[in-house]
């Protein structure tokens, strides 16, 4: 087998094991579970956490003493043993606990990945900027795949979402041990300091205006960027409450719906270069920025009837609002940065995105949605009337008894029912995000260099 296809299959893997529980957890958590959001926001921010070290400690073994593969595939299958765990798992803060241990697994195989892929492809004499796209490409098919597979064999709210995950990732482990040799380089010096070591020296960044702003915003969108990874299936899922929407096409194949914002991703990706050469960096970011706004509104109002085009629009909108800013952005970082700190520079750009403001985001809305969003009710009136159906409806009575409540002869439950009121949660991000859009506006100032997007490489 020719090496672009190998690592076409390392490419598939590496995100189909992410993609089979990473949109539909909150499913498995709010749905299977009953657990509360303030702790959820916490699953998502183990993935921040993880990405604040452990990529930087397994780039210096990597680099220093194991063979990248090697690492690879052995973090792989470590994965795989915390994910077949994870059913075993009753409490939420042991949850947490044990997601962070996958995170910490699963997190650096991303940036390992590219590194093998790299290696292998100018090994073989291949142009990586040519060669590499079409591979990572399969990364998102993967993605896709796994999120159908998940929602099509029922297992969106089941355990059966971290075993699928595990069986795939040890497969990738053991094939990772087959792959071409990527042998540690040894370039650090041997009187290097502590913070050259550690990659650390990026830091020292903070201290230009620009690129200090430039990595705030970064950190304030990060807090944006995994809130409908994280919510997105739940709130499809929970339109089955509504009894008008209850058997519509949206709540039973809610993952598949979902899906569509991996597939305009990668349509997206075509079109960065055209945006980029036309507008320039800071546009394009702005451009992303605005997408987003379109991605929460549009979620606001939509619904699986009459307002379908809008979650359709909203899952096509989202590839222009992930790509566009983590292009641009990396770009940004690029031609802004002398060569001997670029790679921790971008590396500190990913930090903010995916660490600092993953965990700040992903704290924030679960505390926010908890505190502020959460509708309780008393009785079937009230809860009629959210539900948008009359009190004596058979299948709001079918609803109320699979919350473990009883109704009482006034019409009351036993217990107050707790529900999201998504379209309040989805109108406070959409103004989150353009309240970053207009400050990033305002105050991030850069001027346009058509040339800057010859030095893309993706």
């Given at each position: ?163 699928i995950a595990g069986l795939a990732a040890v497969a ?282 010859e030095q893309i490489s993706h």
């Amino acid at each position: 087998m020719g090496i672009k296809n190998r690592l076409v299959i390392m490419s598939f893997l590496q995100f189909f094991v992410w993609g089979a529980w990473l949109i539909t957890i909150a499913n498995y958590w709010f749905g299977t579970k009953g657990w509360e959001g303030t702790q959820f926001g916490l699953v998502f921010s183990t993935m921040g956490i993880a990405s604040l070290f452990m990529p930087t400690l397994t780039g210096i073994l990597a680099d220093r003493w194991i063979n990248a593969e090697k690492l690879y595939g052995a973090l792989h299958i470590l994965y795989a043993a915390v994910l077949f765990y994870i059913p075993q798992v009753t409490t939420p803060e042991n949850f947490i606990y044990i997601m962070l241990l996958a995170m910490c697994c699963y997190m650096p195989t991303i940036a390992l990945s590219n590194s093998i892929s790299y290696n292998a492809l100018k090994t073989n004499g291949l142009d990586v900027v040519k060669s590499f796209p079409p591979i990572r490409v399969f990364g998102t098919i993967g993605f896709i795949a796994a999120m159908w597979i998940t929602n099509l064999t029922g297992n969106k709210a089941t355990a059966y979402q971290f075993y699928i995950a595990g069986l795939a990732a040890v497969a990738l482990g053991l094939y990772a041990f087959t792959l071409p040799p990527c042998k540690p380089q040894r370039l650090s010096k041997e009187n290097a300091s502590l913070m050259e070591t550690l990659g650390l020296e990026s830091f020292k960044l903070f201290a230009n205006y620009k690129m200090a702003l430039f990595f705030i915003f970064s950190m304030f969108l990060g807090g944006a960027l995994q809130l409908t990874n994280a919510y997105g299936d739940v709130f499809l899922d929970e339109f089955k409450h509504f009894p008008k929407y209850a058997d519509s096409f949206v709540v039973e194949y809610s993952t598949i719906i979902m899906s569509i914002s991996q597939i305009s991703e990668t349509l997206f990706i075509l079109a960065i270069p055209f945006f980029l050469k036309r507008f320039g960096i800071k546009q394009v970011m702005l451009i992303s920025m605005l997408a987003w706004v379109l991605r929460f509104g549009l979620f606001a109002y939509g619904d699986p009837t009459s307002g379908l085009w809008m979650i359709i629009m909203s899952c096509i909108v989202y590839g222009m609002a992930f790509d566009f800013f983590n292009i641009s952005g990396s770009l940004f970082v690029e031609t802004n940065t002398y060569a001997k700190n670029r790679s921790s520079a971008q590396g500190l750009f990913m930090m903010m995105t995916n660490g600092v403001g993953a965990v700040l985001g992903s704290f924030t809305s679960g505390w926010a949605i908890d505190k502020f969003f959460t509708k309780s009710f008393a009785g079937t009136g009230d809860l009629a009337a959210f539900l948008q159906t009359e009190p004596t409806n058979a299948k709001m009575a079918e609803f109320v008894t699979s919350q473990g409540k009883t109704i009482g002869v006034d019409g009351f439950f036993d217990s107050v029912i707790l529900m999201k009121d998504w379209h309040t949660i989805w109108l406070s991000f959409a103004l989150y995000a353009l309240a970053i859009a207009i400050a990033f506006a305002v105050l991030f100032k850069h001027k346009h260099n058509p040339e800057d997007v010859e030095q893309i490489s993706h």
